[in-house]
């Protein structure tokens, strides 16, 4: 492990990843009651919503209220994902800072999710392009299944790499690679990171792993010593994946602050704050979490020894 | 990464840690029926159970049982988990291939775990060593709370190979690290792993890790960069710690060996096998497992798309 003067920057995706599949309704103020809270704990990006159908995401219909009511610090990016122009429009009406497109990498997820080809999608983003070129507003692309497809299987490295080709010829300045559902490994995360960041500088590259088959921080680390340096991660590893019922869903932002505490890469990021808040979420949303540190304690957390052991 | 001609080896040890807390008595033909199942899946060594006093582990104190009614395959390993001379008897009669001693690196823990302080736990080993002599068995010596306490907090390195030392100054020729309650983390992995291979071949160091804050694949990463080979791993995930309620136990070998898989480390162990087998644990045991592949499937377990994108 190499570089490790070298800040990672941890991306909370909890408001919009994390809660988009979650059955339980969330009121909006406890939503703008979670994001204010994630605002103190160090963040510089927060994703804390979504602008797209509320049909087809019932649980974060809500995205006009929770960006207008959220309390704003300075020097914290709050990011909207967007589908669509209409999506923009919403979303820069709310004051997002920044606008996350999404499309895939492979053609059948893009139907499945999109409802449309990856070159209507293409086409549907320079619209998004223009509009934003008139608003103080950033941008971001997103590529779903860039290390693998649930319908499809592998992924073409580079298909990826002309999908990064086309966000930049765009004018979107900003990628993120997604492991949708989790399928990357090591391996292949730092062979592609490596050819991607001939392209991207690193501050504008963002990682976005799941947990999904358990390998999640063995990605972020294969991602930072291939000199990555901004990861996705949502508060108790919340998110899923419709296809892996019971699976873990995003990386857990305090199990990756915790790695990053121990292994002294700097984040930024009030670890105690977070496992507070951590230890919060099974009330507000009925289930327990997948997150380790939350049940586990920091390693700096003792226990007292038992006390059989004085009359030894 | 590296080195990837070279195999891993995974010890199986479902049997003994992973059953040693369930609060559910497992029944000894069912025991048994597990261990076969693993004998078939591609195993070279599973530790299959422990003689230790029936009142300090009712889960296992059948371990004479079980030792006698397995159907042993050539070539497999059946090691024995052992605390004392006693346990050395028992666990030579019953025909184990390999006995595993145990003491702490720490103090506190040792005392809490074992009743004695380590200096009588090394003493105690020798007249193990002696008795073994006289017998067709091999010994392994592993260290509990290698990478922490959860009494005492951070252990000192050199107090590691001090043990590692005074293992192989009584003849004891195997050594595992144990991170027994899972607080290492891979630069500490990587740095102690290449020190105690100075001293001890890597076809005689085991890592032992629990995934209790989600590290557990990230140390088997960093420990076989480093140079070793030989990793303790139980099936879905089974075992846990009494300091972490809700945290995973040890590292999961079905995540494992589909990491290998995914990399191109080879193990020799049939995945497909292994997870049907993960997939009956909870019926037997009455709860569900940590295990992420167990749910998730194979990255090459593909799902039909969606019908409606036949209309798009």
Redesign the interface.
């Given at each position: 492990?190499k570089n490790d003067a070298d800040p990672l920057i941890v991306q909370e995706v909890s408001p919009r990843d994390g809660l988009q599949i979650e059955p339980t309704w969330v009121e909006t103020v406890d939503k703008i009651a979670l994001i204010d809270q994630l605002s103190l704990a160090g963040f510089s990006r927060i994703e804390a919503g979504s602008f797209v159908s509320p049909k087809a995401i019932p649980a974060l219909r809500d995205g006009e209220q929770v960006f207008q009511g959220i309390t704003r610090r300075p020097g914290i990016i709050y990011v909207a994902l967007i589908p669509n122009l209409k999506g923009a429009v919403r979303a820069v009406g709310s004051r997002a800072d920044e606008l996350n497109l999404v499309m895939s990498a492979s053609q059948?997820h893009n139907?499945?999710n999109m409802?449309?080809?990856c070159e209507a999608s293409l086409v549907a983003f320079g619209d998004v392009v223009s509009f934003a070129a008139d608003h103080p507003v950033r941008l971001n692309g997103s590529i779903a299944t860039t290390f693998?497809c649930?319908?499809?299987?592998k992924v073409d490295e580079d298909r990826v790499l002309q999908l990064v080709d086309a966000y930049l010829a765009l004018g979107i300045q900003g990628v993120t690679l997604a492991d949708t559902?989790?399928?990357a490994?090591?391996?292949?995360v730092?062979r592609l990171v490596k050819r991607v960041l001939e392209r991207v500088g690193a501050h504008d590259l963002t990682l976005h792993f799941h947990?999904?088959?358990?390998?999640g921080?063995?990605n972020v680390?294969a991602a930072y010593e291939a000199g990555a340096r901004r990861f996705d991660a949502a508060l108790g590893g919340l998110g899923g994946?419709p296809?892996?019922?019971?699976?873990?869903g995003n990386i857990?932002t305090e199990?990756l602050v915790?790695?990053c505490d121990?292994?002294?890469i700097h984040t930024g990021i009030d670890l105690p704050h977070l496992l507070r808040m951590s230890r919060q979420l099974p009330a507000l949303l009925g289930h327990?979490l997948p997150?380790?540190?939350a049940?586990?304690?920091r390693?700096?957390d003792?226990?007292?020894?038992?006390g059989?052991?004085a009359t030894?």
């Open positions: 492990m059948t139907l499945a409802r449309m080809r693998g649930p319908f499809e299987g559902t989790g399928m490994n090591p391996r292949q730092e947990n999904t088959r358990g390998l921080l063995c680390l994946c296809f892996a019922p019971g699976a873990s857990c199990d915790n790695l121990e292994v002294g327990e997150g380790q540190v049940k586990a304690g390693n700096c003792l226990h007292p020894a038992p059989y052991i030894l």
